[in-house]
């Protein structure tokens, strides 16, 4: 079982839309929830950091953690064309572990 | 804003030959790190550094793989008999403790034929 696991889509919405983002993961010692975003043949981006469950909102973004069900949602408001990227949710454990876990990402398109 | 470098941005190497990627951390940054992308695949962990050691790795970073960190900026990843199977993007990360988020270099990418 992959550990976090994303619908690598394609999602492609109009310009405007409320865009939704979901992931799950299976490693109940995840404390810390990022979601990335990733343009082609460029590093990943940091976009939201929580930690635990909860909602936190930055602009246009809100992420929610639900750790009861192991789900971990990105909502972007008034969606625009530079938008569309890869977008990555990804997972550190408690405990001090350092590695990051990444699942395999949603291809985002949102056409004008 | 400060962000985390890489070098070079592409490398083409022959099988079998050994390969330096350069990266420079962030400047207050303590804890360093080394994931790869294989196109179309997910970014994977390689490998974290932290007082001039490793403390984490995964079961890719195998006996051709090591890092280093010279001098007190650069943080780099060795790869000594590259296979073809080591093309990939590298990415190198930097966070400023423990449990920061990691900020992420615009990656290598290593071409091996």
């Known amino acids: 079982q992959k550990e976090v696991e994303q619908d690598p889509g394609p999602l492609s919405v109009p310009e405007g839309a409320i865009v939704s983002l979901n992931c799950t993961y299976s490693n109940s010692a995840f404390q810390y929830f990022m979601w990335y975003r990733q343009y082609s043949r460029k590093g990943p981006e940091l976009l939201m950091y929580t930690y635990s469950s909860g909602n936190k909102e930055d602009g246009r973004f809100t992420a929610q953690v639900d750790k009861s069900s192991k789900y971990i949602s990105l909502f972007i408001r008034d969606s625009q064309p530079s938008d569309s990227a890869t977008y990555l949710c990804?997972?550190?454990?408690?405990?001090?572990?350092?590695?990051?876990?990444f699942g395999t990402g949603t291809k985002l398109q949102v056409i004008p | 804003e400060p962000e985390v470098t890489q070098t070079p941005s592409h490398q083409v190497t022959q099988m079998g030959q050994e390969v330096i990627l350069r990266c420079v951390p962030i400047?207050?940054?303590?804890?360093f790190y080394w994931y790869r992308q294989i196109l179309g695949q997910k970014v994977e962990f390689l490998v974290s550094f932290y007082n001039n050691e490793i403390s984490e790795k995964s079961e890719i970073f195998d006996d051709q793989f090591s890092v280093e960190r010279p001098d007190g900026s650069n943080f780099t990843l060795k790869i000594r008999s590259t296979k073809l199977e080591d093309s990939a993007m590298y990415f190198c990360?930097?966070?400023?403790?423990?449990?920061?988020?990691?900020?992420f270099g615009p990656g290598t990418r290593l071409t091996v034929l």
């Open positions: 990804a997972s550190i454990p408690s405990g001090g572990y350092q590695k990051v876990t």
């Open positions: 400047s207050n940054h303590l804890y």
């Open positions: 990360a930097s966070g400023e403790r423990l449990t920061d988020t990691q900020y």
